[in-house]
Every structure is written in structure tokens, then in C-alpha cells.
């Protein structure tokens, strides 16, 4: 099992959710950040003082799946995530041991 | 005697003496001619001794300043709390901008427009850069023999003046220009408001004559804004992500806050139309309190039953509904047809901003339109309605329901054309020159960092 | 002359002739009969001219925003920034619907049955949907010959209707059904609120006559809503996770907001209570001014001593624990006794919320009892001391401390009997019938998503 | 007549014979001797009847409430928001604390010291305790013949005293220990302001005689606290991360509530210094709103045309800034001068909270100095320049524009050297007695948990 | 050494956060995160907008712990964490090569 | 490919991202969490209810590299983000098996 991590731009979360559940994947997780990278961002101004904002919001999408489901999942992100404007994100992809589902205490497969 | 209590006691006498004191901004300086400044004085202060009562200065100033209180923070929070946060200081600024803008205009020429002769559609330049007002210059009241200072007159309806089209950029809000804001908002206060304001309420207003029924400025103010933000709303287009993406409110706490603010603002617009602090203002001002109570339970009733769930947001929607229905109504209903009214208009407000508005399918962001139009015009036809003694109205000389309604039906029908009209001529004409709307990169991202440089919330 | 002068001119004349709108509701109009309108209109005006002050309408109507103001959006806020952020929508919805509901029924009966006729305990529906009351009816003054508009003291007294349920809800708020908290409101107004205001405010009420001195409502507001709420939590039980969950304020800048507003805004309440802006006024509103900050330095220094940190929630309730004490006592006490009553009302009032409520375990989520039940028991008993003259009281005739504090008490039991038993009986009714709480899993989650089906911030 | 209503009529002839209730704490109470207390009061009762207006009351009354709104929630709100959310809470926690510790001291001896008697630079203690004030005593207007009650008057003022030491305490915001904010504001009351104030207000003050024109008190309030704040803010040194680290206010959404809190609150400030609900009034509220629309078309003109974009911040500051420099003009000036003044105060102080400011690199948290030191001194000059007549302005006995500018300059000066002086002789000693800043290790991870033990925020 | 990933629902984090302390762990740290998966959303309604709200608030905790004591941080946290509703959410344990603590430089075993 | 995920202070940030920078790494990540472990909380108190609050504000920095510059990255967050003072946070680090740049469709060394 994989789980795949993704940073993406906010707006594009619904699109990329459709485009994995449009590929059987129905569980993932969400988390907001910050990223810092080639994008480059604002100055902010607040009478006197002037901030130049380097961090920019973005999501971080982080889906477990089995090994084999790996390339569709990370085919399905980059298409639905993609303005072709930098900043667009990054995929990382990373193995786990093992799975649980709480509620139930299937392992592996059957807790995704 | 000291010389600041001296200063302070003199000054009227000497104000008796000061021309305009820029003569070269002044259009139209009404000469100082006649009796030397000592008699004109001694005689202005006999007048206004006479004619104006300290309990009616005292309430017009707490209404003027009830009225700016439903501007900043009021409105810019009622409005501001319903955009995504990234656009919350759009919001903010440009309803503090406006006003700010409002306020200088009507100075230099606003009030002249609106208030000062001229025909039946618009005013004239005789008091441009309030040229000839001074603190003894006194503006009637509905009762003769009752005055109050023009300076406070001029305040009162300035804040009005204010108010007017920081309500229309709601229905835009999100996705229009900074510059482009303002610039509408000073061409439709000189095409649009100056005028209307005219002809409801000029000595000599056409509507005025026609025997309309407007107590507090339903047409001027709310018609009036609806329709000006309904047609930006159109020619301006969607918002990106309209119907697609999620768009929900980013803080209902701050439109709980702002409804608040304009529900005890509206007093002073209500009541403070009354011009004095008279028995009759009792009138409007329970009326204004109990059309507002029965429009929060009208919509939140008519939720319930629709939609399975009241929400908050229905409920200061219907609060604000409420409030624009009776503002045409207030010194004709009584407190039973004030309640009937402000429920109706809950109801019918709720079907517009839920069923209508999707059927057709615009993106009015804050549903001014569906508020403060569908609101005002039901407001002002049916103050053809409640005013009747019969439904505890409080009449009128030879009144008859058919007759007056459609009095008012001509008043909303002028408003209507007018404003729409002019709005469509004015934001077509920005739209080529200009261009209405940021590129899309900036409103992805938000209009506070784009266009003022500053995001609303740090962590 | 314009029609539209002419009209408002012409009103009051007109008014004269208007019967009740809707005899099919009224119980119990008052004939139209006697002289003729125009006389009677010519009469009304003249008595109106010669009783009413513009300056005492200017005040009272700005009084009657002022408490207004204390309920949306200053006690919304104060209440809405101690629970967590999923109950936020819930306490503002259901602060903002008992205002609209109560003001309804004010008008429908509640201002009959609290001011009009009746025996020593409740009025009569006399006035039921206002029947008889013209802009040209008028209410007495505390002074011989001082009247101001009825319309206007039905608004000022209709605001304490409004505020005094939604003061209750807070003792249990983030557990009780959206509906049945607005049932209760509604029974608890008709059942004790009206009667209690009846007793002590009533021309024939027993309290009024037994000699209880309660300047602004301190019983009839705050003891009453206190021990109502206090009941309504021990019955509806502890809020899920009580004892064992972290349950902060979610943002104590919502509560700073309120407890600003409600201070402002209390003036209303103590200083409008004198019905005229003559210089006794001055008195109430020192009083209410030091009273406040006496209770913040008290409850600031007493937790400073015992916590070792002062914190800003200690300082605003304090504030507010002030403000409560203060309530009855505005019109007797001097300043420095005010300032004296207050620290001492802070003191109390932060033992009580601290000390005794965690030594009995209850749950009274916002310390409605702690705040306003604890402070204004303490301000209706020091009320019979702070009135001494040899404390600097303004003294009362034939005064005696011991008796009149045992007057002031039995005030107090009444008050805290009569709310309580029929508190108890109106929450056991509803329990039985609707049950009061909604599922675990509903409270888990939040009333706001769940009962009105949003939420109050997205970022 | 029952005893609710007799004891209220009853009360004023009470008071006649009402001596000062803490005799041991009044320094020099007033003997209740002369005639007997009934006659006493009757007389009393007539002189209040004959120069006492109910409007005027009304209005004063309206106008300490909109002082106080300006401080609680207003100023806490400007400045909490400008600040980081670990340090919110104790924003509005010195705000707070210190508004209810200058009411407490003004009514023990702050009122006595900045009214009552004395020499030219300090009054004396002879109304400590507020000894001899009653009801009945009143206090004179700018009009032979108008008076106001005593009392009114002292809660007018007192909301001024409240006020000053708050707005200083932004200019040293997220640094200093709560207890040693509270001493200086103390402290630099009783060695600052009190006897500022007696120099401008009191009947035989300084720089009243002198001839200075200060209106609502921009010397006294604003020049006062900008230079306490700045000298603060430079021995306290500059906050750890500046310069260094971003430091973004947390939420210019509280930033705009509070600044249009302190828009409608400056009302009371301003035109409540007119002390009458009278025409000249009416001048001073049209130059309070165009002064500000005026600054705030000013701050962002020059923003957008400097920095490229107008922002909120720049806005909202550019009110203050406008509002700071009529605070002394505005009764002085005319509605065209009230503009131009408004302007040039939004770019003089844009210019100096930009580039000025940060070419000396201390640290003003909060540009207490830039907005309120340099917009009250820009103020204070330019009310010499607007008053001509020339100009619009009212004018001035045996005005002459050098002279008076002259004059003016004087009374900034003193201002500047005497707050100046003594609060960097009040906050040296503090800082060797207690230490001005808490730990790097509290200050970096906020005021709001180490010092009060609270957070402002929980999701 | 592992690092032990899990979802849960948000008012469970002391039982956990006591549970985990309970067998001697006694570092963690704490992420609001979204979630989709079965359990179901709710509509939120704005006036005339209706949307479907199908990500929903949850926690996610990340304890770097010796690979031996990964079944018995997993258990701790299925056994406080579960309600047996749908919606409780999943464990994944993933290696981890490397651990440091700043403070001191320590690494691996003695960095936790 | 490596993640190294390091727990700081939140006022260190600009320190680390500046360190980082400087070692020629130009892409990051941060979230927003809370801490458990040796540092101590406080207590906040709210009227009469007192919590002990043991989870204090952190930022979590993840930080995708080669794997050869693990180690120069380690210590660059070491060094930038220490106080000395306990709860200076952690560095966990572990290995990727994919990365890929979302505008680009680039992969691995290239994503970075
Ligand atoms: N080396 C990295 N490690 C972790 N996250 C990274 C790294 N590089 C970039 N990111 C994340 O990816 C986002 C986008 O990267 P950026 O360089 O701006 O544009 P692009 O994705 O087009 O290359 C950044 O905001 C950051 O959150
Ligand atoms: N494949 C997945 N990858 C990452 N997170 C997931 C995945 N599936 C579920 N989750 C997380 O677990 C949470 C609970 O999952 P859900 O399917 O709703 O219920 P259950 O845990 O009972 O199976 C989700 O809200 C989501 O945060
Ligand atoms: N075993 C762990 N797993 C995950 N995160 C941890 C672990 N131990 C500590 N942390 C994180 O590191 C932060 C600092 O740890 P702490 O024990 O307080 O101090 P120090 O870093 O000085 O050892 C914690 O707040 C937490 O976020």
C-alpha cells in the first residue's frame, strides 16, 4: 500500500476529488498549507510596514491506496490539478506498512 | 469672560458676517446684501429661537449618526461577512470608500442636486459648495412653525446619500474593479440618486406632487440601489465558480453583527425622516421595530416549512427585508399592518433570493436585488395598502386603495426605468473604456492582496 | 402647500378619527365615542404641547435603541463568543428570534397584561393589540404634568421584554432544541415576565406597592432570567463532555464586542427607566458609568489575588455583574456608593461563578444565574442600603435600612419563587412532550450544521 | 399616588438635604449650610427649570454614551485588531482596565483637579469625592443662561479622561507588563492630563486664556497621547521580531468595526463639546463627517499613487487621522475647510507613518504618534489657518491669522514638553522599580496566555 | 522506527492522547485535517445556495515510535479512538530512516 | 528521494526556510500543528473551569530531496531552528519512492 500526498492549489480540491472518485478511490484527506516555492507571491503593505509573502495557501491531499492503483491515482491528480501556471503542486508518493480502520479493525486493503 | 467663552458665544453673531469663503468653488454664493451682520444675526437667532427645538437638533444628529453607524461597520459587515474572506477588505473598502466619496460630492453639489429648486426632476447648482448655508440657515419640518438647522438637515440626508450606493455593490460584490466601483458610484449618484432624491423629495419633486406616499426613502434608497446592483450584477457576468464551485459566507457573525448595527441604524432613517421628536415618531418607530420582528419570523417560518431547517442567515435576511418594506411605510401603518407587512415581505423576499433568482439564473452575490428590490417595491405598493384607516393605516385626504396603489405602482414603475436605464448606460460605458472585471488569476486569489495589498486575517 | 406636507401635517389631525384597524382582533377597543375627531384631535394636540417635552422623546426613543443595541448585536455577541465555534449560529439565531417573537407578542398582549389595569399580580387585555393607543395617547412621567407618547413607552418597555428571555437561554445553551427554547421563551414571558413586570411596574402592581425600590428592573430582568435559566440547566442536565472536554469560549473577542455594546447599551435601560432627560438622569448614568467600572476593578483584583493572573473574560464579567447590581439601584444610590456596590457585586459574583457553582456541579453553561441571578439579588438588597442618605444614597420617605432592606428582599423571594416554580413547570411540560435535548450525536457535531444547516465561519 | 411614583417626584427635594455620604473621604466637602434644604431645593428646581433644556440633556447624555462606545468596544476593537492574536486579549484588556480605573479616579479626584478652582496650570481638591455635587448642580454652557446638570457634565468629561490614556497605550502595544500599563496610565492622569486639561478647559486655565482654539480637545486628548506614546515606545525599546519578523495585524476586520465605532463615536467627542443641542452644532457635525471622508480620500489618494494600491488599512487610518486633526477645528472651521484640513491630514500623516517613521526606526506599534501626535499637532496649527473667515471659517475676535497660528503653536508646544517630560520621567521610574517588559520568552509567545491566562481564539 | 498515522474524530483526541500516554508514549502531534470517505456530509443552505458539504472536520495524529511498539500504539489508538460509528477513521504506519531532536542533536531511538 | 519532515517553533520559520534556501533547496511545505510532548502547557481558566492546555502551536515543515542532501538538510534545520529550550520539535525523515511536478508532468529529481 502507497499513500499518495499531493499539493495542490485550493481551488481545484473539487475537481480533483471527482477525478478520484471517478477512478473508485473514495477516501482521502485534507489538510491546509502553506507552500513556499518557485511561485512567487505578494508584498503586503500595512502603513509603514511592508512584508514580502513568500508562503502561499495550498491544499495537501494526502490518498492511501493498494500499490498497483498507484499510477491511476497519480495520473488522476495531475490531470484534474492542472492550470499549466506555476505553482500547480507536487505529487510524492511513499509506502506504508500497514492500514487500519478504526470502526471495524480491518487491516490493509479492507480498511481503505 | 474668558476668551474662549467669549469665542463660542460671539461666533454666531460673527457667522452672520462671513460670506462663503471660497467664492471661486462657489457656483451660486448667495450675496451678503441686505441688513448689516449684527441685525441679520440678532434676527436669525429671534428665529431660530422661535421655530427650533433642542429636542428635535437632538434627535436629528442622533439620527444622522444612526445612519452612519448602518454604513461603517453596519453594511460593510452585513455585506462583508457574506463574500469568501479573500474579498472581505474588497468589501470593506469600498463601502468606506463610497461612503467617503458620497460625503465630499454632496457637499460640493449633492445637496444642491437633490435639494435646492430646480423642475421636477432635478435640482440646481444654487447651493453648490453649500454656498449661502450657515449655522442660523434653518430647513423646514412637516409641521409649520417647526424647524431645524439646515447644517443638520444637510447631514441627515447626506448619510443617506451615502448609503445608497455602498447598497448596490453587494449584488456585484467579489468580482468588479476597486476604480471601477467608486466611478460608478459617483456617475450614479449624479445621474440617478441626485435626481430621484429630487423628485420624492424636492419641494416641487415630481412624484412628490404626484401625491406618492415615500416616508422614509423606499424608492430613493432601496428600489432604487436594487435595481442599479441587479443590472451591474448582469453586466458584469458570474462570478468564476458560480454554481460550480462552493461560495458559502466566510463569517455569519459579522452579518449577524452588521444586521444588528442596521436594524438600530435604521431608526434614525425611519424615524429620524419624521424631522422631529414629535408624538407621531412613536408611530414610526414602533412600526419600524415590529415589521422588522414579524419579516424575522416570516422568512424563518416559511424556511422552516420549505426547507426542513431556519437558519440564521434567514432570519437577519428576513430582519433586513423587513426593514426595507416598512421603510416606505413606516409613518402610513399601523403596528398590526406593520407586522403583516414586514411577515409578507420575509415571505415573498425568501421565494425571490431562493426560487425565483435561480430560475433565471443571475449571480446577484448578495442578493441585493432580491432585499432591497423585491423588498422596496413591495414596500412602497403596499404603503398604498396599509396606510388605509381601515387596516389601522393612519389615511389620508381623500384616499382610495385602487387610486393610491397605483400612485405608488407610477413611483416604483419611474424608479425602475430610471435607475435601470441609467445603470446600464453607465456601467456599459465603464465596461468599454475600462473593463469591468479583474483578470481571473486575481480573482482566484482574492481581491484584498491584489488590489489593496493586505489580507483580512492573520493567524 | 405639497400633498406630502400636507399629509404629514395633517396626520395627527386625522389620527384622531382612525378606531382600531382590526376590531376582529382587538379584545377590547375603545369606543371612538365623545367629541367629534377634529375636536378631539385639537384637545389631544394642546395636552400633547403642553406635557410632552421633544427632549424626553428624543431621550426615550434613543433609550429604547440604546437596549436594542444590548440585545443585537450586544448580547448575541456576549453570549455567542463563550460557546464553541459549532453552537455560535445557534446562540445568535435563538437571541435574534426571541427578540422578534417577544416584541410580537408584546404587541398582541404582552404590553396589556403588563401595564394595563388588571389586579396586583397581572394586568388585563385592555389593550391587547394595542387597541386604543393613537400617536396621540400618552404615558405618565415620575413628575406631575411630564408625559411622553404611549407609542414610545410601549417601545422602551417592549426592548426589556425582548432582552429578558434571551438573558435566560445562555444558562443552557449549546444543548436545547432550536424550538423548544423559543416555546419556553413564549410561555415563561406570559406566565412570569409579564406578571412580574406587572408587580413592580404596574400602577396597581404589589411590588410597586409594598414599596420595593427597583429603579430600571433588576428583579423583573435579571433575578427573574437568572433563576429561570438556572432551572432550565439543572433539568435539561449537563452539556455532553461537561467536566471532562476542554469547553473554552471559542472567541472572547466576540464577547469583549458584546460586553462593550451591553454596557453602552444599558443606559438605555437605567437611564431611560427615569422616562425624562431632566437632571436626575445625570445621577442614573454616573451611577451606571462607575457602578461598571467599580464591578471590573473588583473582579480583576479578586482574580488577580486568588488565580494569580486577572484575566479580560474576569474583567468584562465583572462588567457586567456590575451592570446588574447597579440595575435596581441606579436611582438611589450616590456615586461613590455605586462605585462601592460594584466591586462588591464583582467580588461576589466571581466567587459565585467560581467557588459555589463548581462546589454544586450544575451546569449553567454562560453563568446566567452566577452574573445575573447572584448580582442581581446582591443589587436588589444592597438597593435598601445604598439609598441611605448617610451613604449618599438619595433616601426615600419614612426610611429605615433594616425595614427597607426586608421589603427589598421579599421582592427578591417573590421574584425567585414565581420564576422558579413555573420555570419548573414549563421546562417539565416541555421535556415530557418535545424532549428537550437533541441526539448526543447532534450535540457532538453542533447545533449550527444541524438545527439551521450552516455554519458560522469558512475560511 | 402610589409610593413608587411619589418617591421618585420626592426624590429632588430629598436631595437638598442629602449632606456627602463618606464625609471621612471628602477632602473638602461643601457645608450643607444656608437656608433649609426644602428651600433649597425649591430654588434649585426653579434655576434648573429656567436654564436647564431637555434637549440639551438629551444630547450630552447621547454624547458620553458615544464616548464611551469609542473606547469599549471601539478603540479596543481599532487597536486589538492591528495587533497579533497571541497579544489581542491584552489589548482590550489594558482598554478596558484602564477605562474603568480613570472613571474611578476621575470621580475621586480627577474631576476636582481638572475643574474645580485652582490656579492656572491645576485645579484643586475641592470637588474630590465629587463633594457637593448633587442633581441640582449645574454646570454652564457657552451660552449665558443655558446650563446643563452638574453631573451630566462630569460623565461627559469623564469619558475624555477614560479615553487619553488608552489611546497612548497603542504605541507600546505587545510589550509591556499589564500591571505597569495600568501604574502609567495612573500616574501620567494625575501628572498629565488632569492638569492639561485645567490649562484648556478650566475657567481660568493656561492656555484658555491665552487664547488657544481647541475645540473637542485635540491638544488635551490627542497630542497629549501620541507623545506619551511615543516616549514609551522608545524607552520600552522596540518589540522582539521587529524589523526582523512579520508583525501583521491579526484582523483588520475588528480594525474597521472599531474605527467606525470611533467614526460615530467622535460625534459625541466633538459636537458633544458644544455642550447644546443648538444650530452651531449642526456646523460641528458636517465638519466631524467631511474632515473624515475628506482624510480618508487623502490616506488612500497618496497610497495609490506612492505604494500602487490603496488599501483598507490606509483607509481606515486616513479617518483617524482626518478625525485627530478637526477634533480642534471643528468649530472653528467651515464645511470646505473641514475637507481640505481632512486631506492634507490623511497625506501629512501617511507620509509620517511611512517614511518618517521608519527613517527614525523606533517602534510605534501602533502609530499612536503618527496618527494621533502628528494629526493632532497638523490639527491644532491649521485651526489657526481654518477659522479665517477668509477661509470659510467662523472667525474670531480681532483675529490675525500669524497671531493666532502663534498662539497655536504655543499650546502644542507646552503640550508636547510637559507630556513629554513627564512621561519619560514616569516611564524611567517604572522601569527601574518594576521593569517595563515581561520575558523574551512570555512576550514571544504572547501576552493573552502569560498574563491573563486566556487565549482570544478557539476553533 | 514508524511513524503511526491516524484520522479520528476531533473529540477524541484526549482519550487518545491519554491512552497513548498511558503505554509510555508521550510525544505526539496533532493536525486539523478534512475528510471524505463513507461517512456522510450535510447541506449547508445560504439563501439560495445549497451545497453539499461532504468533507468533514477530523484530526490527524502522527507518533514517531520504535518499530517494536507499533501494535501497541495501534491498538491504544483503535481502542480510544473507536465510537463503532461510521466515520472513525484509519491508522497508517509508515518507516521512517531517521529521527532527530533539535533541542540536542540526539537522533533515532533517543530523539523520541 | 527523501521527505524530511522537521516539527519547529512557529517563530523559527523564517529562520529555517532562510537556512535552507542558502543550502540551495527552494521548495517547501508547512502545516500548521499542535505539539505533545516535554514541553509544559498551561492553564487557561475561563470564569470557574480551568484546562491544562498540553498541546502548544508548532509548524511542520516537509521538505522533499534527493537523497544525497538529507544529511545537509537535517543539519540545516538543526542549526536554524534551535533555541535550546526544550520543545524545539524534531526531524523525521523518510524515503519517497515518487515525485512529480503537477504543471509539468516532470518526475523524481526533476519534480523537486
Ligand atoms: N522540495 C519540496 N518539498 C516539499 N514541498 C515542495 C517542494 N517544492 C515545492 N513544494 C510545494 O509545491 C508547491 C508548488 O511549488 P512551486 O515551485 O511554486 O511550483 P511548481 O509546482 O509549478 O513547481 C509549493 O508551494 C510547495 O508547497
Ligand atoms: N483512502 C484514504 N486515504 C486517506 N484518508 C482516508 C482514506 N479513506 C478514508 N480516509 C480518512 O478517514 C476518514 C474516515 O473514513 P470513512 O470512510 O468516512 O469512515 P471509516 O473510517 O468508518 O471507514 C475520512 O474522513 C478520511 O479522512
Ligand atoms: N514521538 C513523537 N511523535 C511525533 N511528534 C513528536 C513526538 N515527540 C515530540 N513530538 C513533537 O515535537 C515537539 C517537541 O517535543 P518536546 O518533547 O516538547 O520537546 P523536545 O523537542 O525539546 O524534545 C512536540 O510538541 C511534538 O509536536
Not at chain 1, 503593505?45 to 497519480?74: H, M
Amino acid at each position: 500500500m502507497k499513500i499518495v500526498m499531493a499539493i495542490i492549489k485550493p481551488f481545484k480540491l473539487e475537481e480533483v476529488r471527482d477525478a478520484l472518485t471517478g477512478i473508485g478511490v473514495h477516501g482521502l484527506t485534507v489538510t491546509e498549507v502553506k507552500g513556499y516555492g518557485r511561485q512567487k507571491g505578494h508584498t503586503e503593505i500595512y502603513r509603514g510596514a511592508e512584508y514580502a509573502v513568500s508562503f502561499l495557501p495550498k491544499l495537501k491531499i494526502e490518498v492511501a491506496v493498494a500499490a498497483d492503483q498507484v499510477s491511476k491515482v497519480v495520473e488522476a491528480i495531475t490531470a484534474s490539478a492542472k492550470t499549466g501556471q506555476i505553482g500547480d503542486g507536487k505529487i510524492f508518493v511513499f509506502a506504508i506498512d500497514h492500514a487500519v480502520r478504526i470502526r471495524t479493525g480491518e487491516v490493509d486493503a479492507d480498511a481503505l | 469672560m474668558t476668551f474662549k467663552t467669549w469665542s463660542r458665544a460671539g461666533l454666531p453673531a460673527l457667522l452672520g458676517a462671513v460670506a462663503l469663503a471660497l467664492p471661486a468653488l462657489a457656483q451660486d454664493a448667495a450675496p451678503a446684501a441686505g441688513p448689516g451682520p449684527a441685525e441679520a444675526m440678532a434676527a436669525a437667532v429671534q428665529t431660530a429661537a422661535s421655530t427650533v427645538n433642542k429636542g428635535d437638533v437632538a434627535w436629528m444628529m442622533t439620527s444622522s449618526l444612526l445612519v452612519l453607524l448602518m454604513i461603517v461597520p453596519g453594511l460593510a459587515l452585513f455585506y462583508g461577512g457574506l463574500v469568501r474572506a479573500k474579498n472581505m477588505l474588497s468589501i470593506l473598502m469600498q463601502v468606506l470608500t463610497i461612503c467617503a466619496v458620497m460625503m465630499v460630492i454632496w457637499v460640493l453639489y449633492g445637496y444642491s442636486l437633490a435639494f435646492n429648486g430646480g423642475n421636477a426632476f432635478i435640482g440646481d447648482f444654487g447651493k453648490a459648495f453649500l454656498a449661502g448655508v450657515t449655522p442660523e440657515s434653518l430647513s423646514d419640518t412637516f409641521t409649520k412653525g417647526v424647524q431645524i438647522p439646515e447644517y443638520v438637515f444637510i447631514c441627515f440626508q447626506m448619510t443617506f446619500a451615502a448609503i445608497t450606493p455602498a447598497l448596490a455593490i453587494g449584488a456585484f460584490a467579489e468580482r468588479i474593479k476597486f476604480p471601477v466601483v467608486i466611478l460608478f458610484s459617483i456617475l450614479w449618484a449624479t445621474f440617478v440618486y441626485f435626481p430621484i432624491a429630487h423628485m420624492v423629495w424636492g419641494a416641487n419633486g415630481y412624484l412628490l406632487t404626484r401625491g406618492a406616499l415615500d416616508f422614509a426613502g423606499g424608492t430613493v434608497v432601496h428600489i432604487n440601489a436594487g435595481i442599479a446592483g441587479l443590472v451591474g450584477a448582469i453586466i458584469a457576468g458570474k462570478r468564476i465558480g458560480f454554481g460550480t464551485e462552493q461560495l458559502p459566507p466566510h463569517s455569519l457573525v459579522m452579518t449577524l453583527i452588521g444586521a444588528g448595527l442596521l436594524w438600530v441604524g435604521w431608526f434614525g432613517f425611519n424615524v429620524g425622516s419624521n424631522l422631529e421628536a414629535n408624538a407621531f415618531a412613536g408611530l414610526v418607530m414602533i412600526n419600524t421595530f415590529v415589521a422588522t420582528a414579524g419579516a424575522v419570523l416570516g422568512w424563518l417560518v416559511i424556511e422552516w416549512l420549505v426547507r426542513g431547517k431556519p437558519s440564521m442567515l434567514g432570519g437577519v435576511s428576513g430582519a433586513i427585508a423587513g426593514l426595507v418594506a416598512i421603510t416606505p411605510a413606516c409613518g402610513s401603518a399601523g403596528p398590526l399592518g406593520a407586522i403583516v407587512l414586514g411577515a409578507v415581505a420575509g415571505i415573498v423576499c425568501f421565494f425571490f433570493c431562493t426560487t425565483v433568482k435561480n430560475a433565471f439564473g443571475y449571480d446577484d452575490s448578495l442578493d441585493v436585488f432580491g432585499v432591497h428590490g423585491v423588498g422596496g417595491i413591495l414596500g412602497a405598493i403596499a404603503t398604498g395598502i396599509v396606510v388605509s384607516p381601515a387596516l389601522g393605516g393612519v389615511g389620508k385626504d381623500g384616499y382610495d386603495m385602487a387610486t393610491q396603489v397605483m400612485i405608488q405602482a407610477e413611483g416604483v414603475a419611474i424608479t425602475l426605468l430610471w435607475s435601470g436605464i441609467a445603470s446600464v448606460i453607465i456601467f456599459t460605458i465603464l465596461k468599454i473604456i475600462f473593463g469591468l472585471r479583474p483578470t481571473a488569476a486575481v480573482e482566484r486569489e482574492g481581491l484584498d492582496i491584489n488590489e489593496h495589498g493586505e489580507r483580512a486575517y492573520h493567524s
